[in-house]
């Protein structure tokens, strides 16, 4: 009986553990992944937010001035977009307005003799951003749209054709209901919003 000797037996051959070489290089496949990350949303950016879906509800104008406000809901069931300006036949021109608070108070004389106090001033605005999925509401005391040189006096019911351009959605005209303030009130304020006596 014959023993081999030591230098006889094959060495064990060492095979490689995978399980070692990932844990081995797992902050490298983690920095890798975050970068590939980081690339794919900052500059391809598969995620673009959805087109506007805009849509113009309980358009309304004030009767008996001239500048006058134009009221609506803006309802927007896409992404995010901007309006960029208004027209209509029925004036010279069309401000954007956004109320601005300030730190006094002011007050000032509504409809029937009330004094209201306002804390704040609407001011011209070269756009109005409409949030995605969401609204803006154009609306005594919030925002407006200003029509500057009518045409002819108004009147109640009568129908107005405002064109509004948006950033994305483009041109979308609605025809506005000339309105009382009161009216305007009833149909677009919260209840609390109204002055005492509406």
Do not use: E, W
Not at 64 to 92: E, F, R, W
Not at 104 to 118: C, K, L, R
Not at 140 to 166: C, E, R
């Amino acid at each position: 009986m014959t023993t081999d000797s030591p230098a006889d037996v094959p060495a064990p051959q060492h095979k490689p553990d995978i399980y070692s070489r990932i844990m081995r290089f797992a902050p490298l496949y983690v920095i890798v992944f975050c970068i590939g990350i980081v690339v794919l949303v900052g500059f391809v950016r598969p995620f673009d937010s959805p087109a506007p879906a805009i849509t113009l509800r309980d358009p309304l104008v004030g009767v008996d001035y001239d500048p006058t406000g134009a009221y609506m809901v803006i309802h927007n069931a896409g992404g995010a977009d901007t309006l960029l300006s208004a027209s209509t036949p029925a004036a010279a021109s069309v401000q954007l307005q956004l109320f601005a608070p300030v730190d006094t108070t002011t007050s000032v004389v509504a409809s029937g003799g009330v004094v209201a106090n306002i804390g704040g001033l609407l001011t011209d605005v070269d756009q109005l951003d409409i949030p995605g999925f969401g609204d803006l509401r154009l609306q005594p005391g919030t925002a407006q749209l200003l029509l500057k040189g009518l045409v002819s006096p108004l009147t109640v019911g009568q129908q107005i054709s405002i064109t509004l351009q948006f950033k994305k959605a483009g041109a979308i005209t609605v025809d506005a209901t000339v309105a009382t303030y009161d009216d305007i009130a009833d149909r677009l304020l919260p209840p609390r919003l109204k002055l005492p006596g509406q």
